[in-house]
Structures are given as C-alpha cells and as structure tokens.
C-alpha cells in the first residue's frame, strides 16, 4: 500500500501552526515482485526498488478502478495500482459559520514574538 497526501501549506509569516492534511489516497500495489528471491528467507523490497515500482504506476492509466478488488494479479500485463481509500478533511473558518474550501485554512491569529 502506499498513501499520497496533499498538505495545506499556506503559512504566512509569523503564523505559530503545523500544516494540517488535506487529502490522502491510499493504493494497492498489484503484480509488483521483488528482485530478490532468496530460498529459505524473507525476500523483502529494498527501497530504491520498491520506490521504481511506486514510480512505474503513477499514471492514471495504469490505475484500476476501486471495484476491480478480485482482479487476477497474474494476468495483469504490467504492475498496477488500485485505489483502496481517497480521504478529504475540509476545516471550518475560525468564526465556525461554515467550511472552507479544500486546502483552505485560516490563520490562527497566533503569531511568534
């Protein structure tokens, strides 16, 4: 699995708060094999690897569809994604009277002396 996220990153200067999230995604590496295949041990991902099978299928074409959860790996031409979980937070305004848009914060008012 592996979780995208977009942050809220307007902080002004002098603003005394950490960016919040504002979106997460997380998928399902499907047909994706390790190089290593070591007899009578764990063969697990190394990094850089695993990191070129993440980059191979960043393209919406190579993304299934959520509903696509029994597809057959082995008859997969390629490594692919599948979309597991697409979370959005949407925060309200400081005076509570309704949402800002997504990736919308205001300041807290708190500033660093």
């Known amino acids: 699995m592996r979780t995208p996220g977009a942050w809220w990153s307007g902080l002004e200067s002098g603003d005394y708060r950490a960016p919040l999230p504002s979106e997460s995604q997380t998928y399902e590496l499907m047909n994706v094999r390790q190089s290593a295949n070591v007899q009578g041990i764990t063969n697990l991902f190394r990094y850089d690897e695993l990191n070129s099978h993440i980059v191979s ?3 919406q074409a190579a993304t299934l569809p ?12 390629r490594p692919r994604r599948r979309l597991i979980e697409h979370v959005r937070m949407l925060y309200r305004k400081n005076d509570l009277s309704g949402p800002l848009p997504l990736a919308g914060l205001e300041g807290s008012g708190a500033k660093i002396l």
């Open 57 to 59: 299928v960043s393209d």
């Open 66 to 77: 959520y509903q696509e959860w029994d597809a057959d790996e082995e008859s997969l031409p």
